[in-house]
């Protein structure tokens, strides 16, 4: 990627493709005090107030900067490298490369917490391995109670739901949901009937002295590809048909509909809805509810398949931090006469870990 002049133009070359940058975009950028606020980066100026015939009187091109004076008597510096970072998107977390996984997943990276962790270079390293595998894990988190509100909010911000700021994960005496007893709990996704869905689960293990009780995870990215290659009529319809997602207690009722496998823009894959427990199957003619049925059925025995599912057991102190939209989770049962097991919950949005991510990268110049 380079930037070049041409007659009072700038254009953007890369890969043999030259664009030229229209003189109002390069306009909305310009610097100084006069225009931006040092401390939030934000403009003193409105661009919809300037004038539509915006057009570059000057131009210099050195290794590191673009001058330019405009017909408005306005003049500025801007960094090349700024310029192409646009182009480039490189702080995307989108452009990081998801790495499928199955049971044969050994090694898990783990990272040891201290008091300046979030504002560590490790933490970008976890991050990083978050976005790539989906789930990280980290060690020696003070099993203080409640100390996951400091942990999400020093990432981003908490998202609240009806279960509360946070939510205790242990067997109690008429539970309004099975996560809240010591039975299994199948390969599934949180909340698939809010709109939004959150983003990531958060988990911090307070006591642990059961036997079983594992956590479970399966990779929902790895397996609706596989689906996609070997059944391809089975993807295909569960990536068109919503089905509604439903929660009911004594004090709201929430729905949604969404499709079990949903695509973005780009025909990838965004997000797996999976809640057996929860969805409804809408009516459709014979032939093509049958067809859906065996969709449901067959992605389901991926989910639950031995060939897919990791298990580990979480220790006091380990907080395990997961993709809501990607993994599905779950539960071996637990015999609750053994001790206590005793973890806490809550939900953060991709804001959170991505503004947390790009910040730490223009800290560390990564």
């Known amino acids: 990627m380079k930037i070049e002049l041409e007659n009072n133009k700038v254009f953007f070359e890369n890969q043999g493709l030259k664009k030229e940058i229209h003189p109002f975009w390069l306009r909305e950028r310009v610097n100084g005090d006069r ?19 915006i057009k570059i009187d000057s131009l210099s091109l050195s290794h590191d900067y673009l001058e330019i004076s405009f017909n408005d008597g306005v003049h500025t510096k801007l960094a090349i490298q700024d310029i192409l970072k646009e182009f480039s998107n490189t702080n995307d977390v989108k452009h ?41 894990i980290f060690k020696k988190v003070p099993t203080k109670n409640d100390f996951i509100v400091n942990f ?20 109690k005496p008429n539970p309004n949901d099975l996560a809240y007893t010591s039975l299994p709990l199948a390969p599934h996704t949180d909340n698939p009937y ?10 911090h293990c307070i006591e642990n002295e059961v036997s079983g009780g594992l956590s479970t995870l399966v990779d929902g990215f790895t397996v609706t590809e596989q689906l996609k290659k070997d ?43 999976f809640s057996p427990r929860l969805d409804f199957v809408p009516l459709m ?57 005793f973890l806490q919950g809550c939900y953060i949005d ?7 991510l790009k910040h730490l990268k223009r800290k560390f110049n990564l």
């Open 194 to 203: 809010r709109n939004p869905v959150p983003c990531i689960q958060i988990l």
């Open 231 to 273: 059944f391809p009529d089975y993807y295909k319809i569960l990536t068109e048909i919503k089905v509604r997602f439903q929660f009911i207690d004594q004090s709201v009722v929430l729905e949604d509909w969404a499709e079990m496998i949903q695509l973005d823009e780009l025909g990838e894959f965004k997000q797996a809805r």
């Open 96 to 136: 990081i490369e998801k790495i499928k996984w199955d049971s044969s997943l050994k090694n898990l990276n783990n990272f040891e917490f201290n008091e300046n962790f979030f504002e560590d270079e490790e933490m970008y390293k976890a991050l990083i391995n978050f976005y790539q595998y989906g789930f990280v």
């Open 285 to 341: 003619d014979k032939d093509k509810l049958e067809l859906y049925y065996a969709a449901r059925k067959k992605i389901s025995e991926l989910y639950n398949s031995d060939n897919y599912r990791i298990e580990f057991k979480l220790k006091p102190g380990d907080l395990l931090m997961m993709d809501n939209y990607r993994l599905l989770h779950g539960r071996t049962t637990y015999d609750a006469n053994e001790g206590n097991r």
């Open 350 to 356: 991709y804001d959170s870990t991505e503004g947390k």
């Open 35 to 53: 225009f931006v606020d040092k401390r939030t980066q934000q403009r003193l100026f409105d661009p919809t107030e300037l004038e539509g015939n």
């Open 152 to 171: 999400a909010n020093s990432i981003g911000s908490i998202r609240r739901t009806n279960f509360g700021e946070y939510f205790n994960v242990k067997s």
